[in-house]
Nanobody, 115 residues
Framework: QVQLVESGGGLVQPGGSLRLSCAASINFFDISAMGWYRQAPGKERELVASITSGGSTKYADSVKGRFTISRANAKNTVYLQMNSLKPEDTAVYYC?????????WGQGTQVTVSS
């Protein structure tokens, strides 16, 4: 059974930082593509960042230069370091795993950027 558990969300002031973690209880983590998505109220879910099994990364234009995705295969964990946070980054952040035709999601963690 695939299980993705996000943690690290919370309330932070504009300009602050948070690090999200996603612990994956899955087989073949090291050859899975992992990603972070977010969904703000009234908006569609969007890709924030992704990382391939080989370590190649991709970012949404809105977070380039501020967010960094990384993975620790020995810990079956993927991270999202978020710096210089803005109010428009407020959303529920979801961890995603793609492996072949399989597409799995975590339950999400709330990130709120507000003064």
């Amino acid at each position: 059974q695939v299980q993705l558990v996000e943690s690290g969300g919370g309330l932070v002031q504009p300009g602050g930082s948070l690090r999200l973690s996603c612990a994956a209880s899955i087989n073949f983590f090291d050859i899975s593509a992992m990603g972070w998505y977010r969904q703000a109220p009234g908006k569609e879910r969007e890709l924030v960042a992704s990382i391939t099994s080989g370590g190649s990364t991709k970012y949404a234009d809105s977070v380039k230069g501020r967010f960094t995705i990384s993975r620790a295969n020995a810990k079956n964990t993927v991270y999202l370091q978020m710096n210089s946070l803005k109010p428009e980054d407020t959303a529920v952040y979801y961890c995603n795993r793609k492996f072949g035709s399989l597409d799995s999601w975590g339950q999400g963690t709330q990130v709120t950027v507000s003064s």
